[in-house]
């Protein structure tokens, strides 16, 4: 089973940075592209930012303007850069991949995942 590994999670205060990164296995052919949700505890698993491997970007409302989703494809990872954090942020987050051309924001899209990082914003 293909299998995403993310890495950069941590604590932070109200208004710092992070930067995560997902890594993909080799495996995974051209053309697939990577998305990052985010679970807090209680609350269901919702749609952050997509890239195609074209590099075609989709953010959701609440993060546009703050984090910037990128991909290296000879490498085969997938960075989250995340300003201006907030403690609304704090979540568990996972990166997750599909197989096809397109950007998409609903978890039912995406085949692999990882196992989650978790970020937590203090205020």
């Known amino acids: 089973q293909v299998q995403l590994v993310e890495s950069g999670g941590g604590l932070v205060q109200t208004g710092g940075s992070l930067r995560l990164s997902c890594a993909a296995p080799?495996?995974?052919?051209?053309?697939?592209?990577t998305g990052w949700f985010r679970q807090a505890p209680g609350k269901e698993r919702e749609f952050v930012a997509a890239i195609s491997w074209s590099g075609t970007t989709s953010y959701s409302d609440s993060v546009q303007g703050r984090f910037t989703i990128s991909r290296d494809n000879a490498k085969n990872t997938v960075d989250l850069q995340m300003n201006n954090l907030k403690p609304e942020d704090t979540a568990v987050y996972y990166c997750?991949?599909?197989?096809?051309?397109?950007?998409?924001?609903?978890?039912?899209?995406?085949?692999?995942w990882g196992h989650g990082t978790q970020v937590t914003v203090s205020s």
């Open positions: 080799a495996v995974i052919s051209k053309n697939y592209a």
């Open positions: 997750a991949g599909r197989q096809g051309t397109l950007v998409r924001t609903s978890v039912n899209e995406y085949s692999y």
